[in-house]
């Protein structure tokens, strides 16, 4: 299995909604991020997870909780979101955050704020 | 800090026509150089990647990008391009002592192929 995996791949919710966006991947990877892209815009680092920790949060507002329950499993929690969060929010993976090779993304989940 | 700078935004080209992209980098330490491509509603996937070694290095779908550490560049060639290379094209760079911790990504090239 060489993918991520990413689900829902679209999500429509509003303000006042909690909802949750869902990462997997079973290539043994024991680093996991959480990227978001908007329109015409390169992505964007939100998160990174390394052996299940938190090592990296770039400054997301708290609106964005992110959990990683095991190295397989990555979630990102949503709740009391704002139209501007509405973007591509793509998860990655890499073998560990010391690794050169590169990530494996996920196709993303494109979430609406209404 | 590192940065990446794609200086062209969109790159028409006719099918069959061969193509560059450009990219350059901005670092004060050794660097890890990458090209992601993304398709319409796609994530993103790795064409290729420069870690050391030889300067030009191949990747999939017929690309291939050149290392030039005298001009900062990491520019990006097809020789002939393909309708299904239609895509947005974006070049990152990473810290070559901490690894992919952090990839910060260029703004992006679209390259439309025109049949």
């Known amino acids: 299995d060489t993918e991520v995996t990413q689900t829902p791949k679209h999500l429509v919710m509003g303000m006042t909604n909690k909802k949750s966006l869902k990462c997997e991947q079973h290539m043994g990877h024991r680093a996991m991020y959480w990227y978001k892209q908007k329109a015409k815009k390169p992505p964007e680092l939100m998160f990174v997870y390394s052996y299940e920790k938190l090592s990296i949060n770039e400054s997301v507002p708290s609106r964005f909780s992110p959990e990683c329950p095991n190295s397989s499993l990555l979630n990102l929690h949503l709740h009391a979101l704002q139209p501007e969060d509405s973007a591509l929010y793509l998860c990655?993976?890499?073998?560990?955050?010391?690794?050169?090779?590169?990530?494996?993304f996920g196709s993303g989940t494109r979430l609406t704020v209404v | 800090a590192q940065s990446v700078t794609q200086l062209d935004s969109q790159v028409p080209v006719f099918e069959e026509a061969p193509v560059e992209l450009r990219c350059n980098y901005s670092?004060?330490?050794?660097?890890?150089l990458f090209w992601y491509v993304q398709y319409p509603n796609q994530g993103l996937q790795l064409l290729l990647k420069y870690l050391s070694g030889s300067t030009l290095v191949k990747g999939i779908n017929g690309f291939e990008a050149e290392f030039n550490k005298s001009q900062t560049s990491f520019h990006l060639r097809k020789p002939s391009v393909h309708i299904s290379d239609t895509a947005e094209y974006f070049c990152?760079?990473?810290?070559?002592?901490?690894?992919?911790?952090?990839?910060?990504f260029g703004t992006g090239t679209r390259l439309t192929i025109i049949p």
């Open positions: 990655a993976s890499s073998q560990t955050d010391r690794n050169p090779y590169g990530y494996t």
């Open positions: 990152a760079v990473s810290r070559a002592d901490f690894g992919n911790e952090k990839l910060t």
């Open positions: 670092s004060s330490v050794s660097v890890y």
